[in-house]
């Protein structure tokens, strides 16, 4: 684990991978922050003294809002180099399939592919003061493509996936406990240590009772590969739309994807009512 | 959406149809109720400008408590007009793949076959001072017959929902949201703008995306056909049971099937003790 | 139902059976519990009269702690006498096939094995003052062997289920009301009566609905034998593992499988890091 990643700090303790994503301005999914993440993976997963994974954000405002949608096809790629093909959605179920028993320490916010990545780690703890989950594919004209709607759909049962889903709101991290998005809720003084606590438990136990429950679980859990990629086609068929295009742009304009416009995100998703690609070619 | 229904109250703006069930005396589901309940999805679907519609009671008290158990085969024909064939269960199950987003808003009792159409809806939200949810099915000597099994399984898992369906008890909105039967218990004074304003939202996002979600949804998490034809079959089978018969008979003289009767049920339903076939008989 | 059992205590009231567990020092699982269970599943089956099955525990501290590590080939022949081949897995899974619907009246510790019988009955109340619930497996090198992946995956979700089957940490009542390992926490004074009410209230009902229900259920929500023969199979291996094999010694001189050492489980297993195979050699 010896070369510096550009966009995660790695810092290692006996058998514990501490990775903290540090990609300014504001942590999207690009190419840079993909690449160093399958580095990340790959390296971890070579080293035979290492068992647990914890990730966590060095942006107090941010965890992963969700993808730069001006670079899909770049992240795509750098996502082809572990996954096979591609697709995000098939690098995070990657993740998932990964031996390494791996943790999401969230604070901030939280939405679109980067909750599809929290949901790939196989645990989700979250500061009850900052941390805020949301999907804003469908005010987008698009699906929830990187495993969301697999993962919500079995977590939280099929009418609150669906609300989640649908309804490009915000949730607090005490709501996403309630419907099941993440493990728990913490106050965010008793995150770290929790966290930290539980990641060196699990890397003391030995590899071979760990490895069998974690495939047993995903055998259960982890939907087919087929699922991913077939959510993944959808995202692309439905972001080229010229409606999700419009949309998209407006978003934009209006400060999607800057720092200061994604704090009420929702606010700025409604404000996209009535955009469709008649009226911005007008 | 012209020409008006008997049994419900439709009012729509801008992509959202409003529907209130207003089935007296107390929105049992009986011929009259599916067959409005048929022209409104028929009518609702046809017209490309809807995306949301959204159910709630005309009646304080009971929003729909169950089937009227004196018109089961009528009922069942008038479901067949779009289920194709007369099962309840199918018709709620069509319900489920519409391409409209489905939201139930819970005041007042539901019950049986009530709790299995709301089950059907995409979303269920509930007033904590009145809503209750009841499955009465197996005092009477039968199983939930439309949906019911199929959806609780899923959504509250194997032990919480063996005892929903199998105690015959009341749930309030506090303890059915905690099981995840819905969405979420809102106090009652919340329940309509809450309901309204995510109707609105959702209904101002492109169709694409609304509708790709929807079936990845429905791909994972709506039971097969068949299986809610056998549930189906099977409630049949158990109601034509002498002893279910006498029970159905016995707790109609106690009250079953009316408003005031109904207040109690599990009490009423607790005073079939003892009643089997050789007993009415005698 | 007239022979006694010698490790459990056995009370037959109208159509319920209260069979409360008692075998000293600790409720360990050995081949005369398991023979007993056996025996009194067999016998209950038999009566016609009999509907619901609930079990308790006579010791206060302890419900049924875990297997007896010493005695795991005894065990798994006396399961063999009813499911067909040495699993505790699979006569677990017999018992939820029962025809009779089993509760689970949950006080003091229950881990292990243990915990994987109440997740076998079909419904689980626990007291909040002194059920604690916990899965020691991955800190002694192996997996949970008898259903406790399969049904906690599917009540908990994967990222829940992981948590649990992976941190080897203690859960108190209500951490497992609310991720779902339970139905519900109670008072431990409203307790007995809570089951004893719902036991009576089901017991009550005519034959075929519950069948029905439970049949239906099952259907969706228990796993393939194949599925639980796997897990059974995975236990054994991993067990026998130098490493697990180095771990459970040092357990056992450290208190496992005491009274007073097993009070703060977690505190022991930690206790076991850097144990390995090649460190008990030397």
Chains 1, 2, 3 share one sequence.
Not at 63 to 82: G, S, T
Not at 160 to 166: N, T, Y
Not at 223 to 241: C, G, H, K
């Amino acid at each position: 684990m010896s070369a510096t990643l550009e966009t995660i700090g790695v810092r290692q303790e006996q058998g514990v991978v501490f990775a903290s994503l540090q990609a300014p301005p504001m942590n999207l999914i690009g190419p840079e922050l993909v690449r160093d993440l399958v580095a990340l993976i790959e390296r971890s997963e070579a080293d035979e003294s290492l068992q647990v994974l914890v990730f966590s954000s060095a942006d107090p405002d941010y965890f992963i809002p969700h993808v730069d949608v001006n670079r899909i096809a770049e992240y795509r790629q750098a996502a082809a180099k572990l996954a096979g093909e591609p697709s995000l959605g098939l690098l995070f179920r990657r993740l998932s399939e990964s031996r390494l028993v791996t943790i999401a320490q969230i604070t901030g916010r939280v939405g679109g592919a980067g909750s599809e990545f929290v949901l790939a780690c196989d645990m989700r703890f979250a500061a009850k003061e900052s941390a805020i989950f949301r999907h804003m594919e469908p005010a987008l004209g698009t699906i929830e493509g990187a495993g969301g709607v697999q993962h919500l759909t079995r977590l939280l049962g099929r009418g609150r996936a669906l609300e989640v889903l649908l309804s490009a709101e915000d949730y607090d991290a005490d709501a996403a406990e309630r419907y099941g998005w993440i493990n728990r809720a913490l106050p965010a003084a008793e995150l770290d240590p929790f966290v930290r606590a539980l990641a060196h438990r699990i890397s003391a136990f030995p590899r071979g009772g760990v490895r069998s429950i974690k495939a047993r679980v995903n055998a259960i859990a982890l939907a087919p590969a087929d699922d991913f990629r077939r959510d993944s086609d959808l995202f692309l068929e439905n972001v080229r739309q010229p409606e999700a295009q419009a949309r998209m742009r407006a978003a934009i304009e209006r400060g999607f994807q800057t720092r200061e416009g994604e704090l009420d995100l929702p606010g700025l998703l409604a404000g996209l009512a009535g955009i469709t690609a008649a009226s911005a070619a007008s």
